[in-house]
Each structure stands twice: as C-alpha cells, then as structure tokens.
C-alpha cells in the first residue's frame, strides 16, 4: 500500500533562514508526489508535485522539492523563509490509478521574525 | 471565482440529527473527491466520484454516510444520526481524468457535533 510519513511534528525556522521539510514516501512501482499547505480553517493549496524527470522540482512561493529515489524521500525546502510561510505542510502520494491522495500527518511550520 | 466551493462553511448540530454538505467541483472536472480531516491529522480519503459514478468508497465511510454526484457535476455528502465522534472539517476536492494528478481543494465544511 502506498504511504508517506512526515517525521517532524513541527518545524521552528527563524526568519531568513533555509527550511526543509521531510517526508519519506513508501509506494509500489513509480511515486507520484505532492506537497501541499494549509492555513488555518482553509483548504489545501498545491504547492509542488513530482512525477517524472528533474530531482529537484520548483512550485509556488518559491518552494521547491528533492525526489531522492535510493532515500525513498521527498523533502520540501525553501532557501529563505517568511513569516508568511507559517501553516501546516503536507506531504502526498497517488494512491493509485483513481487519483485519490494519501496524505501524510502534517508538519507544522513556524517561523519566527 | 472558478475553483471548488463548499458549503455550509461551518455546520453546529446536536448527536442524532442529519446534515448535508454541497460541493461544487471546478466545472471542466470530472472526478471528485470527499475527505475528512480531524484535529492534528492529515486529510483521510472517504470516496471518489468519476462524472455520476461512485467508483471508490473508504472504510471510513458507515452506512451512515451517504454520497451523491445526480449529473456529475455538484456532490452532495450526508451524515445521518450524527455522532460526537463526526466532528472533523469535510474536505472536497476536483480533477481531470487524465491530468498527473494534484487535486484542487475547496475552503471545507466543518462539523462540530454538540
């Protein structure tokens, strides 16, 4: 059964400062791979996905992502993080051929001023 | 606005009444989707809808839950003889068979059962 894991309940980041987010992924064949984040009492945006290709995928608000396929992992990353970056960041993956998400427990991120 | 749209936003009823949420998809979608999310977890798929049909349903999903999609556009979830326990924020969301596969959400309707 395909799975993701968020192992980080939460992540502190001081303004300015680079972010990575982990997710490690368990899946049967090729991962399809998302990350998405949610601000309070709102839905889920898309940030990024992966499916094929480059490792190292770029999505919205100048996120990115690195697929590493022997680590089995799918980190979210960002070079300089904003106050406005605080929300909660999930990591999916494609269930199967219906399209339906699995998604992670979530990491909440908080940076700091 | 052209994205997923949900409603009530925000639903209060007492153990044992029935409620109905409505979803409308992004019009060109034809796959929908209902999750639930409950405090401190991710969202938890409950079923699937392809155009009309209802082609995947969770475990998740009691007899006491109830989906519908009449003409394959607008989706419809109910819970009957609500339970403290169905307290979560119902998720739905849309995409194109055929597309690689991110899922469009709507804002949620949140339940809280007294």
């Known amino acids: 059964a395909q799975s993701v894991a968020q192992p980080e309940d939460q992540v502190n980041v001081a303004e300015g400062n680079p972010l990575t987010v982990k997710c490690t992924y368990s899946v049967s064949g090729n991962p399809y791979l998302f990350w998405y984040v949610q601000y309070p009492n709102r839905g889920l945006q898309f940030l990024l996905k992966y499916i094929t290709g480059d490792n190292l995928v770029k999505g919205s608000y100048g996120f990115e992502a690195e697929f590493n396929k022997s680590q089995t992992s799918f980190h979210l990353k960002k070079p300089s993080a904003l106050v406005s970056d605080s929300a909660l960041y999930f990591c999916?993956?494609?269930?199967?051929?219906?399209?339906?998400?699995?998604f992670g427990k979530g990491t909440k991120l908080s940076v700091k001023p | 606005d052209t994205g997923v749209s949900q409603d009530p936003r925000h639903k209060i009823t007492k153990r044992g009444q029935n409620v109905t949420f409505r979803c409308d998809p992004i019009?060109?979608?034809?796959?929908l989707y209902w999750y639930r999310q409950t405090l401190g977890q991710g969202p938890e798929f409950l079923t699937y809808?392809?155009?009309?049909?209802?082609?995947?349903k969770s475990r998740l999903l009691s007899d006491r839950f109830s989906a519908e999609r009449p003409k394959g556009s607008f989706s419809t979830l109910e819970i009957q003889r609500t339970e403290q326990g169905d307290s979560a924020m119902y998720l739905c969301?849309?995409?194109?068979?055929?597309?690689?596969?991110?899922?469009?959400f709507g804002e949620g309707s949140r339940l809280t059962v007294l």
């Open positions: 999916a993956v494609r269930g199967g051929s219906q399209g339906n998400l699995i």
């Open positions: 019009s060109e979608h034809n796959r």
């Open positions: 969301a849309s995409s194109f068979q055929g597309s690689t596969g991110e899922l469009f």
């Open positions: 809808f392809q155009n009309e049909a209802q082609l995947e």
